[in-house]
Each structure stands twice: as structure tokens, then as C-alpha cells.
């Protein structure tokens, strides 16, 4: 199979080498992690342990460790019973890998951001249905939280996202929210880049998501999901139009 660039030229290819220790010892966690025998949640032994029982270095292990932190497959706590977890498995961890390769192409944004509307919507709709008191107080923090960034001259895409993320958990919807969450996270450096570069669009942002809290405080689940498809639809045409503008600058 012939491999090349769009002009036809064959891209440069590096000798194939000898798999790292490190390498295989990441396949091994990977594979115990697939196959259930470490579980979310679990603390693996310490570094010299794991060591020992592998035959190799402590900065084998240290490397191995690293990878599969960065891959998120692990996670490091500190403090009183910290040490290295078997990390819970989500959409995120699965996709962040690939993320910037995904983000270079601008149709998968615009996609994205259609993606993005029908999610939102919905939890807009489930969470007036099903929030709890926790949740309308944390959705006022949130939106506390993004007042106090814009008047300290900042974007307010913290208390932003925090917003939706309440949302997503007062859904009631694992998958649903892992997937809220894979979007908002991806779509963050565009979203970001929106609200520097429109003066006013911050305050403008705070105010919708004032009226879809009013919603989810009353139960009215019409409201709130015609309220946030509004609230996608202003953000989503006005990144499409920043790309399609970029495009044109070349």
C-alpha cells in the first residue's frame, strides 16, 4: 500500500525500532486494565515493588507510570493513603489522546459543535426534570463564579464550564454526561478564542445562562431546553463564521 502526502511526495518514515522496556510494561497494565483484573479505583503497588516483581528498573516503572498517567489510564493522589489509581474509564480518557490530530480539521469542529447542540439541549431538558437542591445551588455558584471572572476582566469560560457541568450531573445520565463534558472540553480553545475576541460577548453568555437556571429552578423543561438550544446556536454560528473567516485569511 503506497503511502503519501495530498502533493504525492512520500512522507519522511523512521526505522522501526525495538520495542522500549517501558513500552512493554505499559501494554501489560493496559492489558489487566482491559481485561477487568485491575479495577477502577485500585492502588497499584509502589514503584519498588513493581519493580521487583518485573525484574526491571525503578525508572522503567517511573516511565510506564508516567505514560499511562498521560493516556489516562492512572492517576496520582497525594497525601494521607495517596499513591497510583487504576483511574475510571470515560469517553474523555479515550479520546483526549487523538484530540489535536481531530481538532486540525475544521470540519470535525463544525461537526462537533452540531454534536454539541442536540447534547446540550437534552440536558438542559432532563436536568429541570431532575435536578436536586445540591445542583440549583452549585449552578449558582457556577454562574457567581463566571460574573466574578468577567468583572476581573476575564473570558468567565471557568464558571462556564462549571455551569454545564452541573448540568450534565443533574441530567441523571453517566454516558450522557461523559459525553457533554468530551465536547465542552474539546470545543474549549475555540470557545475560549470567541469570548477574547467579542467584546461583550462574555456578559451576553452570563445573561443566557441566568435565564436557563431560572428555567431548571422551576421545572419548566420546555424552557430550558429551547433556552439552551438558543444558547448553542449563538455560539456555535459565531465559532463557525471565526473558522470560515480564518479560512478565507488563509
Known amino acids: 500500500m503506497s503511502i503519501s502526502n495530498d502533493d504525492g511526495k512520500m512522507p519522511n518514515l523512521e526505522p522501526v525500532k525495538k520495542i522500549r522496556l517501558y513500552e512493554s510494561i505499559v501494554k501489560q497494565i493496559q492489558s489487566l486494565i482491559s481485561s477487568g483484573q485491575l479495577t477502577p479505583g485500585q492502588r497499584l503497588p509502589p514503584e519498588r515493588e513493581l519493580a521487583d516483581e518485573l525484574g526491571v528498573s525503578r525508572t522503567s516503572i517511573r516511565e510506564a507510570l508516567r505514560s499511562l498517567e498521560m493516556m489516562g489510564y492512572l492517576e496520582s493522589r497525594v497525601g494521607v493513603g495517596g499513591g497510583t489509581f487504576i483511574k475510571e ?28 447542540l442536540f447534547l446540550e439541549t437534552e440536558v438542559a431538558r432532563l436536568a429541570a426534570i431532575y435536578r436536586a437542591a445540591e445542583h440549583l445551588d452549585e449552578l449558582e455558584a457556577a ?12 473570558t468567565g469560560l471557568n464558571g462556564d464550564n462549571k455551569f454545564h457541568h452541573v448540568l450534565a450531573d443533574a441530567a441523571d445520565n453517566r454516558v450522557l454526561k461523559e459525553f457533554v463534558r468530551m465536547c ?11 469570548l477574547l475576541n467579542k467584546k461583550g460577548e462574555s456578559v451576553f453568555a452570563l445573561g443566557q445562562h441566568r435565564e436557563i437556571l431560572n428555567a431548571v429552578k422551576t421545572g419548566d423543561s420546555e424552557a430550558a431546553q429551547r433556552l439552551m438550544r438558543r444558547h448553542i446556536v449563538d455560539i456555535s454560528d459565531k465559532i463557525k463564521s471565526n473558522i470560515a473567516q480564518r479560512n478565507v485569511n488563509g
Do not use: K, W, Y
Request: net charge negative; no cysteine; hydrophobic share 40%.
Open 184 to 194: 465542552g472540553d474539546l470545543l474549549e480553545v475555540e470557545r475560549e478564542e470567541h
Open 143 to 154: 454562574i457567581q463564579h463566571m460574573s466574578d471572572e468577567i468583572e476581573r476582566g476575564e
Open 89 to 116: 474509564a470515560s469517553f474523555h480518557n479515550a479520546i483526549s489522546p487523538f484530540s489535536q490530530a481531530l481538532l486540525q480539521n475544521h470540519d470535525f469542529i463544525v461537526e462537533l459543535l452540531e454534536v454539541r
